[in-house]
């Protein structure tokens, strides 16, 4: 059926407006005509239809018509057809009207009933085209809800107003949960029924002032404008998600539930842009899915902060590793007793192009970036091997304890990596390598872990746990893991001559290693003191600052040769450097 076309003219001329109505109406039957006789007028009238044209005389009193024009195109957000007629004639007039995107030019005593028509239709047909690719670009074709492009744009208007207004905003990333096995379990049209009824239970449970949009899939958004705080976004959010998770009935009495899970970000900060806004959203959405599902969060500036002061420090350490900013320093480990060294510890060290020499407590976020903790493992694990290499070369034959990672070590191929740097150090038996894992093992991946030290046992490695006490199943990995070695964390050592309970769990310790028939090293050696307790207590070796500060690879010999000049003298009397 041939729809009813909606015109508005726009001219302070009572003879030229005349004219313009008699044309129109004895050439389309189903036309509906609206006149205004000013600029302000013409814009009050706006509001009150969805105009397929409008014809607007080019003088209007004082004020242009392409005046009016750019106010006509700022308060309508569908495309309109608009004609400019003009008692003028004039190349540059039409030159200027076509600059501001008019779709004819009339001349009024030129002007025929067949040419106006003509303009009048083409114009329609043109403006009918590309309202259909508005709609296309700023519609969800499956929901009719706002497009990414239309969200961006009304998210960057709210940004202005937030400069200009004391109200709040806010931004609701939402995503179905579970919504794969919907489609899996009972076809795609089911899904997109499910994600339509979704789209209008947004729709009803938000205002009229807020915009729904779907970006794709079963991604939806909330833009909240008028807010007068905090707990009125929560609360709103908190009824819809109500709504949202109520169950779906399709046809065939088929039942879908879904749950969602909704990151909010309050936009109070004028200097941010849509797409920061959108992100911080989208990433808290994301903490809600990994902290169990189906509840709404809000955007946390200041763990935001911490998060990028940690990829700053991921990055700023990887570049680190690049420069070769990265050293390693050799901790003496030495038989109580007698004072025969045992062997080194390999110790992380930066030096930092601006901090100078720092430690891994102050770079490395134990357990927070596997890649990166992966990425130094393998790096100092080559770096200890062409050590020794080079002490081997020098006549010095030395075990040394490297720390790796739980996650490092239950890598499926840990061993072959550590076969291949091995094998590019072929004057160093495997035998001289010992590994103590940094963290405590969950129990649930000692099953893996334990596969994996066997193999490094066959090879002739042995392994060390390292920071005993400190993890709730450090029990658990001295019953099931094959360790040859156990490490009382320094903690306890260091406060145990003046602390009765260190000194019970040094003891403790003590006593379960001679039980497993685990070697026992205490860390944490501080004094002449410390030496003659753990002795008394059964621990026959240790390390510590009593005994030698880390040093670097050029400086180890020299203290090994002044080392072996003053074994069996008191502590206080050996090199510490």
């Known amino acids: 059926m041939e729809k009813t076309l909606h015109v508005l003219i726009v001219d302070d001329d009572d003879v030229d407006r005349e004219r313009l109505r008699r044309m129109l109406n004895s050439s389309l039957d189903r036309i509906q005509l609206e006149e205004a006789t000013s600029a302000d007028q013409a814009l009050s009238v706006l509001p009150k239809q969805v105009w397929d044209c409008i014809f607007l005389d080019y003088h209007l009193g004082e004020s242009s018509g392409l005046?009016?024009?750019?106010?006509?195109?700022?308060?309508i957000s569908t495309p309109c057809a608009v004609i400019l007629v003009t008692g003028l004639g004039g190349e540059n007039i039409a030159a200027a009207a076509m600059r501001e995107g008019v779709s004819d030019y009339l001349i009024k005593y030129q002007m025929d009933e067949k040419q106006l028509i003509r303009s009048l239709m083409g114009a329609v047909h043109r403006a009918d085209i590309e309202r259909q690719m508005h709609e296309l670009a700023h519609y969800d074709t499956l929901t009719h809800l706002a497009s990414r492009t239309l969200l961006t744009d009304r998210l960057q208007q709210t940004i202005k107003r937030s400069k200009r207004s004391q109200k709040l905003a806010a931004l609701a990333f939402i995503d179905l949960d579970n919504f794969k096995p919907v489609n899996d379990t009972w076809g795609h049209a089911a899904g997109d029924q499910v994600l339509i009824e979704i789209s209008q239970r947004l729709v009803h449970g938000a205002r009229a002032s807020d915009t729904v949009a779907r970006l794709g899939g079963d991604e939806f958004v909330l833009l909240?404008?008028?807010?007068?705080?905090?707990?009125?976004?929560?609360?709103?959010?908190?009824?819809?998600?109500?709504?949202?998770?109520?169950?779906i009935i399709l046809p065939d009495d088929i039942e879908i539930r879904v749950t969602a899970s909704i990151g909010v970000t309050m936009i109070r900060d004028e200097n941010l842009d849509a797409d920061t806004i959108l992100r911080q959203a989208d990433q808290t959405m994301y903490r809600v899915k990994n902290t169990g599902r189906n509840h709404l969060k809000f955007f946390d500036p200041e763990a935001e902060k911490r998060l990028q002061?940690?990829?700053?420090?991921?990055?700023?350490?990887?570049?680190?590793?690049?420069?070769d900013e990265f050293r390693l320093y050799y901790q003496p480990k030495i038989d109580l007793k007698s004072s025969r060294l045992i062997g080194l510890e390999a110790l992380l060290r930066w030096q930092h192009p601006t901090k100078g020499l720092i430690g891994p407590g102050e770079f490395l976020f134990t357990g927070e970036h596997d890649k990166l903790g992966v990425q130094i493992g393998e790096w100092v694990l080559r770096e200890v091997l062409q050590q020794l290499q080079i002490w081997h070369r020098q006549g010095l034959s030395l075990k040394v304890s490297v720390n790796i990672s739980a996650k490092h070590l239950q890598r499926s191929d840990f061993t072959t990596r550590l076969k291949t740097l091995l094998g590019k150090a072929p004057q160093v038996p495997a035998t001289a390598l010992e590994l103590e894992i940094l963290e405590t093992v969950e129990a649930e991946s000692i099953t893996g872990v334990q596969a994996i030290i066997d193999e490094c046992k066959t090879l002739g490695i042995t392994i060390a746990l390292d920071d005993f006490g400190t993890g709730y199943s450090s029990l658990t990995c001295l019953r099931r893991l094959p360790i040859d070695v156990l490490k009382i964390d320094k903690s306890f050592v260091i406060n145990m001559l003046d602390n009765a309970e260190d000194y019970s769990i040094v003891q403790g310790v003590i006593s379960l290693c001679k039980t497993f028939g685990h070697q026992i090293i205490a860390e944490g050696v501080e004094s002449s003191e410390h030496i003659a307790k753990l002795i008394e207590l059964g621990c026959p070796f240790g390390q510590g600052f009593g005994i030698a500060y880390p040093m670097p690879a050029d400086e180890t010999p020299v203290w090994i040769r002044e080392h072996h000049l003053h074994a069996n003298k008191p502590l206080s009397d050996l090199p510490r450097q």
């Open 67 to 75: 005046d009016l024009l750019q106010e006509i195109r700022a308060r």
């Open 224 to 247: 909240l404008n008028d807010l007068l705080s905090d707990d009125e976004c929560e609360k709103l959010l908190q009824r819809i998600h109500k709504i949202l998770i109520q169950p």
């Open 309 to 323: 002061a940690r990829q700053n420090a991921f990055q700023s350490i990887l570049a680190g590793l690049k420069n």
